[in-house]
């Protein structure tokens, strides 16, 4: 029997595959692209392409495309990005109508072939979809997270380091809340090699960011037309990396809440430590008033459309 690590990629779309690629270079494991069977055979040429590249790059891991579940059985973690991606104009929210039927025909199939499988969602709206497919499979909240914290951070990082002038590898940011317009990056939590970032940046220019960091993924569907993959990719394998190789990386995540931050029976996104257990701990940041605040509209923001999903039938 093999001992190779297995990876379902829930969607053989942009993201997907830029999933594919990612863990087939860093040798995370063997990786499945999963598709609908309408999508069967582009999930198969993405997969055969991806892993032809290989011999040209060097990585040695067996890649395949399938529109089979039984394929996917025994999957040490799963990616979903399974849905409809935003288009021009469109929020999150319209989203639950189409992605809430994909996404619990994804958690009937994990529940069934991969019951042990440590899942990352990525589909939107994402708080709420991450929700639903753990209410659904009944996956121990460890086991499922979804993946918002790192690219938002990500993204307020980058804007950071091309208004200061300073190298990016030493600017470390925290967005936490939900994965849309009332994010919240964490001032007090964001520095640049330890130094508050208030020394480099000025308020005006910080607000600024802030406010475009709220709307980055919004700014990148009005410019392709579609949603963001690279740095989403990213980040989700920088998850499922940590997962993988029991990293202990403290990463801003969406979360299930039982009493942390004051919140209850809600994903959200906040600082957690990934290991080989899942979810082995979340860190509750000493928020100031102001934080507090921009965190209790953006529960609340969160906590409307999971109701919506709630009484979806």
Same mark, same amino acid.
């Given at each position: ?16 595959? $830029? ?35 290989g011999a040209v790059l060097g990585y040695d891991v067996k890649i395949s495309g ?27 929210? /319209? ?13 009937? +199939?994990?529940? !069934? ?13 994402l708080d709420a979809m991450v929700y639903e497919f753990q209410r659904r499979t009944?996956?121990?909240? $460890?086991?499922?997270?979804? #993946? ?25 940011? #925290? ?6 317009? /009332? ?20 308020? !005006? ?13 919004? $700014?990148?569907?009005?410019? #392709? ?49 990934? +290991?080989?257990?899942?979810? !082995?701990?979340?860190?509750?940041? $000493? ?6 605040? #921009? ?11 999971? /109701? ?6």
């Amino acid at each position: 029997m093999s001992t190779r690590k297995k990876i379902a990629l829930i969607g053989a779309g942009n993201i997907g595959g $830029e999933l594919a690629n990612l863990c087939a270079q860093k040798e995370l494991g063997d990786v499945l692209l999963f598709d609908i069977p309408a999508k069967g055979d582009f999930a198969r040429g993405k997969a055969l392409d991806l892993e032809q590249n290989g011999a040209v790059l060097g990585y040695d891991v067996k890649i395949s495309g399938t529109s089979d579940w039984k394929e996917c059985a025994g999957a040490d973690v799963i990616i979903v990005t399974a849905g409809v991606p935003r288009k021009p104009g469109q929020s999150r929210d /319209d989203l639950v109508a189409i992605n809430v039927p994909i996404i619990r025909s994804v958690a009937d +199939g994990a529940k !069934e072939h991969c019951p042990n499988a440590f899942v990352i969602v990525i589909s939107n709206p994402l708080d709420a979809m991450v929700y639903e497919f753990q209410r659904r499979t009944g996956f121990p909240k $460890e086991k499922v997270v979804g #993946m918002a914290g790192v690219l938002d951070s990500a993204r307020f990082s980058s804007f950071l380091a091309r208004e200061s002038g300073l190298n990016i590898k030493d600017i470390r940011a #925290m967005v936490l809340g939900g994965h849309g317009d /009332d994010m919240v990056p964490i001032l007090s939590a964001t520095t640049v090699n330890g130094l508050p970032i208030s020394k480099f940046v000025s308020k !005006e220019k910080l607000d600024a960011i802030i406010a475009r960091t709220r709307v980055g993924g919004g $700014e990148i569907v009005k410019l #392709m037309g579609t949603s963001a993959y690279y740095a989403p990719a990213s980040a989700a394998v920088a998850m499922a990396e940590a997962y993988l190789a029991d990293q202990k990386r403290l990463l801003p995540c969406a979360a299930k809440l039982n009493g942390q931050y004051g919140y209850d029976d809600i994903y959200m996104g906040v600082p957690i430590v990934i +290991g080989g257990k899942g979810v !082995e701990k979340i860190v509750e940041l $000493e928020l100031t008033a102001e934080e507090k605040a #921009m965190l209790a509209k953006s529960a609340a923001s969160v906590q409307g459309i999971v /109701d919506v999903v709630k009484k979806f039938p």
